[in-house]
């Protein structure tokens, strides 16, 4: 069964920390990841998209990498900052599918 | 300004009593998208449009319709609501470069909250 985690669940951070958060998937066919971002309440908003043939791919202070071999994205997020305070979401599109697989998310605080 | 717009945004029903969810994209996005977040689950697909007249199934498809008659729109439907579908409700979509392709972002509504006594 195609499964996405992501491990933690929650994490709390001093500001300005750089921290890494990790999504894991079960099958390494994938055509595409996307890293989200979600607010209390509020909707999603898309922060990066890894195509399959793609290592990494940056915006700002974020960085996503991809390992299909492993089966792991990571994202990284630098100089961290109380308004990174979110849950963050990952996303993958299997091959031979057109449906999306998400991880149930990590909750970050990040302390001012 | 591009979006994806949901009507309504909060809804309060009793089951059995029919009701439909509006989806609006301004993008011309050929993929669509119904989800549900559900607190420890996630979010989790219920049907998908790859373009007009084409519909398939998610995860979680039970209980719920959905009809794609224009481009732009998107309608979740449920025709006998019952506790168990009260949650979030988010409408999403994305271009689409046709058959084995599709490398584009989705882009996710505001949210329909959902309950049902």
């Known amino acids: 069964k195609q499964e996405v985690t992501q491990i933690p669940a929650a994490l709390s951070v001093p500001e300005g920390e750089n921290l890494v958060l990790n999504c894991s998937f079960t099958?390494?066919?994938?055509?595409?990841l996307q890293w989200f971002r979600q607010d209390p309440g509020k909707g999603l908003t898309s922060l990066l998209l890894i195509q399959s043939s793609q290592r990494e791919q940056t915006s700002g202070r974020l960085n996503a990498s991809l390992d299909k071999s492993s089966g792991r994205s990571t994202l990284y997020i630098a100089a961290s900052q109380p308004g990174d305070s979110a849950t963050y979401l990952c996303a993958v599109r299997f091959q031979g599918t057109y449906k999306y697989i998400f991880g149930t998310g990590t909750r970050l605080k990040v302390l001012a | 300004e591009a979006q994806v717009t949901q009507n309504p945004r909060y809804l309060i029903t009793v089951t059995g009593k029919k009701l439909t969810v509006t989806c609006s994209q301004n993008m011309n996005h050929e993929y669509m998208s119904w989800y549900r977040q559900d607190p420890g689950l996630g979010l989790r697909q219920i049907y998908y449009s790859m373009n007009v007249e084409v519909t398939d199934k998610g995860d979680v498809p039970e209980g719920y319709k959905v009809s794609r008659k224009e481009k732009r729109n998107f309608p979740l439907i449920l025709e006998s609501p019952s506790p168990n579908q009260t949650s979030l409700y988010f409408c999403?979509?994305?271009?689409?470069?046709?058959?084995?392709?599709?490398?584009?972002?989705?882009?996710f509504g505001p949210g329909t909250r959902l309950t049902v006594t």
């Open positions: 099958d390494s066919a994938i055509y595409n």
């Open positions: 999403a979509s994305r271009k689409s470069s046709g058959q084995g392709q599709g490398y584009y972002e989705q882009y």
